[in-house]
């Protein structure tokens, strides 16, 4: 079945250290790939996205992506995370021919331990 | 960037009555609204698709007598929960964009409906 899938549902880091969120998508083609982060009270903003081209993506709030065709991945990644980017992650797609709907992961809470 | 707003942002109501949600396009002017819903603990799903001065595009399993969209202006889009039920307490959620792939959609910062 098609799907995205976002196997971590709680993350926590340490402020300053690393950072990866995993998203797998399950297509038989490659879909337009986001990541969006909500944060409560505010609307979901969109970090970054992946059309075509360079498969390192980069976004706003030094976050990056790869998209791995082989792997059908595309990965969330920040060297340093601040306790600000505690919040809800969610990785989405955009299919082929599919107009502009999004279809979204499941999440993944990220919090952020000082 | 674009800003859409949704009010209100939070409404209690009781069983059997309709409560109306507003999306707008505070700063630009959008040709296409997005209706979301979302689980706690779940992630967005599709409602419908709204295109100004057209019938809404209902997802498979979302009745379209229920939840009645009207996109009536380019920077207004509203959905209305008719007949609510206690099951149909949520999160709403709208986006603002344009049809095609490469537009960014902006979203509203979220509807949280409660039906007693």
């Known amino acids: 079945a098609q799907s995205v899938t976002q196997p971590d549902i709680h993350i926590t880091v340490s402020e300053g250290a690393s950072l990866e969120l995993r998203c797998n998508y399950s297509y038989g083609a490659t879909p337009y790939l986001f990541w969006y982060v909500q944060s409560p009270g505010q609307g979901l903003q969109l970090l970054l996205k992946?059309?075509?081209?360079?498969?390192l993506v980069q976004g706003i709030k030094g976050f990056e992506a790869e998209f791995k065709r082989s792997q059908s991945s595309f990965n969330l990644r920040k060297p340093s995370v601040h306790w600000s980017d505690a919040a809800e992650y969610f990785c989405?797609?955009?299919?082929?021919?599919?107009?502009?709907?999004?279809?979204f992961g499941t999440g993944t809470q990220l919090k952020v331990e000082l | 960037g674009a800003v859409v707003s949704q009010h209100p942002s939070r409404v209690i109501c009781k069983s059997g009555t309709s409560v109306k949600i507003e999306c707008r396009s505070l700063d630009f002017q959008a040709t296409t609204m997005f209706w979301y819903r979302q689980f706690p603990k779940q992630s967005l799903m599709l409602m419908a698709t709204?295109?100004?001065?057209?019938?809404?595009?209902?997802e498979q399993g979302v009745e379209k007598d229920k939840f009645l969209i009207n996109h009536a202006s380019l920077t207004l889009s509203t959905l209305t929960v008719t007949s609510a039920h206690p099951e149909d307490s949520s999160f709403y959620i709208c986006s603002a964009g344009g049809q095609g792939i490469q537009e960014t959609q902006y979203f509203g910062p979220g509807t949280r409906l409660l039906v007693l």
């Open positions: 709204s295109n100004e001065g057209s019938k809404a595009t209902y």
């Open positions: 989405a797609v955009v299919l082929t021919g599919g107009g502009n709907k999004l279809t």
């Open positions: 992946y059309f075509s081209g360079d498969t």
